[in-house]
C-alpha cells in the first residue's frame, strides 16, 4: 500500500463528475442552468445520441469574458459566490463551480463565447481536461457550450449508461423541469436533428398547458397563498386528475427543482381526505422564501434541500394546498363522485357509497335467481288450503318445489351458488347455513395464486390480441419497452414499440384475457421503470402481481351464471389464502343458522 499522496486534479475532476454528471441529462441540468443565470431569454439545446454523443446549449445571455473562459472551465471556479454570506443567501442555480470542470474532465469540450462589450467571440477547446489557449471566433453575443463523447475517457462509467431511447428520455424530462421554471424564456430541444420541443417566452399557465398538457389545465386549480415570508404559488391538480405514478410532480424552491420528504409529506397529507393512497396528485408548485431560510448546499446534484424551520414550511404547504382543494369543493366533490373517478380500474372498494350511483341502472337491477327450496307438496297442501280458505277459485295454491339439488353429505365447504346481491355479492348456500362473497376480492386472490405458481414455473401462458392495442405513453416508457422484452416477455406480455410516443400491446397473460390491455400494459411499465427488471421479479414480485390479478378479476356489477359463481366458489376452496384478497380485505363471511335465527328472533 502507497503512502498518502495528493491525487491529480483531473482525477479529481473525474472522481467529482461521477457525483455531478451521472448521465447527460444531469450534465444537460448543469449547463441549462448556467445559461439561466446568464440572464438568456432564448435558449437552444441540440442533442445526439440521447446526450451521449452531443449536448450542445446555445443561449443569448451575458457572455464569458475571453480572460475568463479558461476560469469557466477551472474546478471550483464560479461568479455566483464569493464569501460564506454570499453562499448562504444563494439566489442562483448554480454556485460550486463544480460542474463545468467535472463535464469537462469526460468530454471533448467547445466553448464559445461573446460579451456585450467585445468585438468578437473567442473560443477555447479542451479534451479530458486539457484546454486550449483562447482563439478568436465567430459568435453573436452570448454562449455555446458543446460536449461530445460523454465518458470517452472512462470506458467503465461508460458502460453504466443505457439505451439511447432511455438517456433521452431523462433529457427530455430534464428540459421540461428548467422550462417549468423558467416560463419567461424560450427553449427549442432538438435530439438527433428533429425538433421535439419549441416554447415561446409565455406566462406560468401557457408554459404549464404547453408542457402538461390540455388535461392538467382543465383539472388545475391556481394557488397563490402567502404568509409569514412564504410564498406558494402555481397549479394543483384535483384529486379526479390522480396519476397512477408520480410523473406528474413537480416542486420548484426559488426556482430550483427539489425532491424533498418534508414537501412531498406535505403535499400527500393535503390530498389524503380526497385521494385514495394507491394514486398520486398532480402538481406544478412554486415555494419562495428568503434565502437565508433554505440550504441548498446540500448535495452536489442541488436537488435536495435543508429548511431552517421546517415545522412552519410543512404547515404552510400542507394549509395552502387542502384549503385550495377545500374551496374547489374538491373534498366535498371528491366524496360524491363515483369510484371511477378516483380508483384505478380493478381497485377494492367495500363501501356501498361508491356504487351508489350506478346501483339502480338497469345492468344492475336485482334479479331473483332459481333457490332450491325443500317444500313437499303434502305438507304445503294443507297450509295453503288454510291461508287462503275462501278465496280457492281466484288463487290455487302454488306447484310443489322439486327436491334440492345436492345431498348434505355432498355439500362443499363454500357451498353452492343461489345468486348475486347487487353485482357485488354472491350467495351460496352450505351445510352451516349462509356464505357471502365478494365477487371480486375472492376472483382477485385466486388469479394472483395462479400468476405466483405460473411465474414461479416459469410457464405464464399468454394470450394474443385479435386486434394489437395501440397506447401512447412517455418517452421512458418506450424505452423500457424496447429494453425489456425479455422481462415481459417472462410475466406474459409481447409488446413493440411504434413510434416515439406509442407502443402496441400484442399479447397479454392468458390468465388476465378479460383485462383492459392498456391498463395492464401501464401498470407493468410503471413498476419496471421505476424499480427495474431484478427488483421486479425478485422484492417487487408479489405487489406486481396483485396490481395485474385486480386488473383481471371480475368487476363490480358484473352478472354472473350459477355455473360461473358455483366455479369461483370452487377456485376459492383449491386456493391458498383465499378467505382474504391481495389488499388484506376478506373475500367471504360465514352466517349460520344459529345466526339467522337471532336476527329474525326465531325460538323467542
Known amino acids: 500500500m502507497s503512502g498518502i499522496h495528493l491525487l491529480p486534479d483531473l482525477l479529481i475532476n473525474q472522481i467529482a463528475a461521477g457525483e455531478v454528471v451521472d448521465r447527460p441529462a444531469s450534465a444537460l441540468k448543469e449547463l441549462l442552468e448556467n445559461s439561466v443565470d446568464a440572464g438568456a431569454t432564448e435558449i437552444e439545446v441540440r442533442l445526439a445520441q440521447g446526450g451521449m454523443k452531443l449536448i450542445q446549449i446555445t443561449d443569448n445571455g451575458s457572455g464569458i469574458p475571453a480572460t475568463e473562459l479558461p476560469l469557466a472551465l477551472a474546478r471550483h471556479a464560479t461568479s455566483k459566490i464569493a464569501s460564506l454570506e454570499d453562499l448562504e443567501r444563494v439566489g442562483s442555480l448554480g454556485f460550486r463551480g463544480e460542474a ?143 396519476r397512477a ?72 404547504l400542507y394549509h395552502g394546498v387542502h384549503q385550495a382543494l377545500a374551496r374547489s369543493g374538491g373534498e366535498e366533490a371528491g366524496n360524491r363522485a363515483p369510484a371511477s373517478a378516483f380508483f384505478p380500474q380493478g381497485t377494492t372498494q367495500a363501501s356501498s357509497a361508491g356504487y351508489a350511483a350506478s346501483r339502480f341502472t338497469p345492468e344492475a337491477r336485482p334479479v331473483q335467481t332459481y333457490m332450491p327450496l325443500a317444500v313437499h307438496e303434502a305438507e304445503a297442501s294443507p297450509f295453503y288450503a288454510t291461508l287462503f280458505a275462501g278465496a280457492s277459485e281466484t288463487l290455487a295454491p302454488p306447484a310443489p318445489m322439486p327436491e334440492p339439488m345436492w345431498e348434505q353429505s355432498e355439500i362443499p365447504p363454500l357451498g353452492y351458488a343461489l345468486g348475486q346481491l347487487h353485482g357485488i355479492y ?124 385486480c386488473h383481471g378479476s371480475v368487476r363490480a356489477n358484473r352478472r354472473l351464471s350459477l355455473p360461473e359463481m358455483n366455479a369461483l366458489l370452487r377456485e376459492m376452496e383449491a386456493t391458498e389464502r383465499a378467505d382474504q384478497c391481495n389488499h388484506g380485505r376478506p373475500t367471504w363471511f360465514q352466517m349460520s343458522m344459529a345466526d339467522l335465527d337471532k336476527l329474525f328472533m326465531r325460538g323467542k
Open 100 to 242: 463545468l470542470a467535472s463535464i469537462a474532465s469526460v468530454t471533448r469540450i467547445t466553448l464559445n463565447s461573446r460579451t456585450g462589450a467585445e468585438d468578437h467571440a473567442w473560443l477555447v477547446e479542451g479534451e479530458g481536461g486539457a484546454l486550449t489557449a483562447p482563439q478568436p471566433a465567430a459568435h453573436p453575443v452570448g454562449t455555446t457550450i458543446v460536449a461530445r463523447d460523454l465518458y470517452f475517457n472512462t470506458p467503465a462509467r461508460r458502460k453504466f449508461l443505457k439505451t439511447e431511447a432511455t438517456e433521452y428520455a431523462h433529457c427530455e424530462e430534464m428540459f421540461k423541469r428548467i422550462a417549468l421554471a423558467h416560463p419567461a424564456i424560450g427553449f427549442t430541444l432538438q435530439h438527433n436533428g428533429r425538433v421535439a420541443w419549441h416554447l415561446r417566452p409565455s406566462d406560468l399557465a401557457t408554459r404549464v398547458h404547453a408542457i402538461l398538457g390540455e388535461d392538467f389545465s382543465q383539472a388545475a386549480l391556481p394557488i397563490d397563498v402567502e404568509a409569514a415570508g412564504l410564498r406558494l404559488s402555481g397549479f394543483a391538480g384535483v384529486p379526479a386528475y390522480s
Open 245 to 316: 405514478s408520480r410523473d406528474a410532480q413537480y416542486c420548484f424552491v426559488n426556482g430550483r427543482f427539489v425532491r424533498d420528504k418534508l414537501i412531498a409529506h406535505a403535499l400527500r397529507e393535503a390530498y389524503k381526505d380526497v385521494l385514495h393512497q394507491a394514486r398520486h396528485p398532480a402538481y406544478v408548485l412554486f415555494l419562495n422564501l428568503d434565502p437565508l431560510g433554505v440550504d441548498v448546499n446540500v448535495h452536489p446534484t442541488k436537488i435536495e434541500v435543508r429548511f431552517r424551520d421546517s415545522r412552519a414550511v410543512h404547515q404552510f
Open 426 to 549: 354472491i350467495l351460496a348456500q352450505n351445510a352451516a347455513g349462509l356464505v357471502l362473497v365478494d365477487m371480486h376480492a375472492a376472483h382477485e386472490r385466486v388469479v394472483y395464486e395462479k400468476l405466483k405458481r405460473a411465474l414461479d414455473l416459469s410457464t405464464v401462458p399468454t394470450q394474443p390480441l385479435l386486434t394489437p392495442a395501440a397506447l401512447n405513453v412517455g418517452p421512458l416508457d418506450v424505452a423500457t419497452v424496447a429494453e425489456q422484452g425479455a422481462t415481459l416477455a417472462q410475466l406474459g406480455f409481447e409488446m413493440a414499440v411504434l413510434s416515439p410516443n406509442s407502443i402496441a400491446v400484442r399479447s397479454i397473460p392468458a390468465l388476465l384475457q378479460d383485462a383492459d390491455p392498456n391498463e395492464l400494459a401501464r401498470t407493468v411499465l410503471q413498476d419496471l421503470r421505476e424499480f427495474g427488471a431484478s427488483r421486479v421479479l425478485t422484492e417487487r414480485r408479489n405487489e406486481l402481481l396483485g396490481d395485474m390479478a
